[in-house]
């Protein structure tokens, strides 16, 4: 791997008020990586992700995008803010990411979810931005939803639709943030599927999931995180097999 | 009654006063609209300010928004009518120009503006924070810059929210054009008043009028349904729409 890292986090710190929720979490993707984030719920595990992309602004620490780091500057009110708004902007348009409630936009159909960043953000013709968004939309079996509003589909037809999205712009990684969380049960599994086939055609991936058994099969490597530091980290078959902290134990326990 | 009322006096031309009430009633039309267009705008901005903007921007935004509620509207357009043209004739006179003559048409648009922009504002900016912070967020990690975000995903999805308090905004318009009668536009109201006043038919050159405005009200009703129903489409199922 003489390829520049696709994401390098290197002592984040997160704080919210007088909660330190990351402390210190240092994390690298290789392309072609597939990093399953897992923990308890305010473990700090969302907030890591969304560290990523911007969403969230860390306190202290780096974070660089394929070998770019993001030019950060003291925030009033202490902590850090983006130093350049559109290095974020040029370093968004390369990351793809999933929500938990799948954050589809209600007033465009399923078709103009999907072509919409490839036209408005890197912009393409129309027309190129058709043909590829009704390729992604069949990759995820929604070929035949393409002009429907996303308030006719169901769970897990949205989220596969906010996957093709961020397919179509075809991104350096692509950040899950607990896409199943807010699936009815019988829904998980095609949502499981399309991100297992992506997975396995070597697209970076950063998963934040509460699907054990999923991220075992996934992921090459796994990274528990508690109370705001990676306490383990490992293969899936190390982690799952033979996990050494207490706490991890306990907690794979609890959720298998 | 009716045998008395002498309905040519409605006829198209003099002396039917028919016609100049058309007139009148096509410069309401372009008063409503005009002011009505500027308040969305002064509300879009108003809106951001409010919520995007800094302490400054934010304290501007208030200041004008209850200062708008506050005054009657008739005091309002007295004093945005006459200090504005007072205004710009001194700034006129101070570079060298002599007075200018205001264009009757876009003071009257500007007053109407300026008070619709006050309520508008208060209106887009609830409509927008019924928008799923999600939605935004999406946007965003697209790498979207924070205008287009606004004019992308924010404007359209904050729109359906926003067609019941806007739609009563533009029966507003419509109504406070009549006001302006006061500063001497010859707008349908002060149209119907020289009409009546000069034939002595006030029964029927008000009544009139008072058809024209309804007739206004209902065909406005008809077009904002249909957007209304098409704005909201994303929103709710075909077959529960009403």
Redesign the interface.
């Known amino acids: 791997m003489d390829d520049k890292p696709a994401i390098r986090i290197r002592d984040l710190h997160k704080r919210f008020g007088d909660l330190e929720v990351l402390k210190g979490v240092s994390l690298t993707a290789h392309p072609g990586d597939v990093i399953a984030i897992i923990g308890g719920s305010g473990s700090g595990k969302s907030t890591l992700l969304r560290c990523i992309n911007m969403l969230e602004h860390p306190t202290s620490g780096q974070i660089a995008i394929q070998g770019e780091g993001y030019r950060m500057r003291p925030a009033r009110g202490g902590g850090l803010e983006p130093a350049d708004r559109k290095q974020v902007q040029r370093i968004r348009a390369q990351l793809g990411m999933v929500f938990q409630n799948f954050n589809l936009w209600p007033h465009r159909t399923v078709l103009e979810n999907v072509t919409e960043a490839p036209i408005h953000v890197l912009g393409q013709p129309r027309a190129q931005a058709i043909d590829r968004a009704r390729q992604v939309l069949a990759r995820v079996g929604l070929a035949e939803k393409a002009d429907t509003h996303p308030i006719h589909l169901s769970g897990g037809q949205q989220q596969r639709a906010a996957i093709a999205r961020v397919l179509a712009v075809d991104p350096l990684a692509m950040l899950f943030d607990e896409p199943t969380s807010a699936l009815d049960p019988e829904l998980v599994g095609e949502v499981l599927g399309v991100i297992r086939d992506l997975a396995r055609e070597g697209r970076t991936m950063i998963l934040v999931t509460h699907e054990m058994a999923f991220a075992r099969d996934v992921a090459n490597r796994v990274i528990y995180l508690r109370d705001g530091r990676i306490e383990e980290e490992g293969t899936p078959e190390q982690l799952f097999g033979d996990p050494q902290s207490p706490h991890l134990k306990q907690f794979i326990r609890s959720v298998m | 009654m009716f045998q008395s009322i002498d309905f040519s006096l409605l006829a198209l031309d003099a002396p039917g006063w028919g016609g100049a009430l058309l007139q009148g009633f096509w410069r309401s039309i372009q008063l409503a609209a005009g002011g009505y267009a500027m308040g969305i705008v002064i509300g879009i901005l108003g809106a951001s300010a409010k919520l995007y903007g800094g302490l400054v921007m934010r304290d501007l935004a208030q200041v004008y928004t209850t200062v708008i509620r506050a005054v009657p509207e008739l005091v309002l357009m007295l004093l945005f009518y006459y200090v504005g043209t007072d205004l710009l004739n001194r700034a006129a006179q101070s570079m060298g120009f002599a007075g200018i003559e205001v264009d009757g048409l876009a003071a009257g648009i500007l007053v109407i503006g300026l008070v619709q922009g006050g309520y508008a504002t208060e209106v887009i900016r609830g409509a927008i924070r019924a928008v ?1 912070h ?2 935004i ?10 205008l ?1 975000v606004m004019r ?2 924010t404007l ?2 904050m ?2 929210h926003a067609i019941p308090g806007m739609a009563n905004l533009w029966m507003i318009a419509t109504k406070d054009t009549a006001l302006l009668a006061v500063i001497g536009f010859s707008e349908l109201t002060q149209v119907t008043r020289q009409a009546a006043s000069s034939t002595r038919a006030y029964f029927l050159f008000f009544l009139s009028a008072g058809a024209l405005y309804l007739m206004l009200t209902l065909v406005s009703n008809v077009i904002l349904r249909r957007y209304e129903v098409r ?1 909201r ?5 075909a077959h529960q729409a009403r």
């Open positions: 799923p999600g939605q967020e999406a946007a965003q990690a697209f790498g979207m810059s924070p287009k992308r995903v359209p999805a729109t359906p704005a489409r994303g929103l709710i199922a």
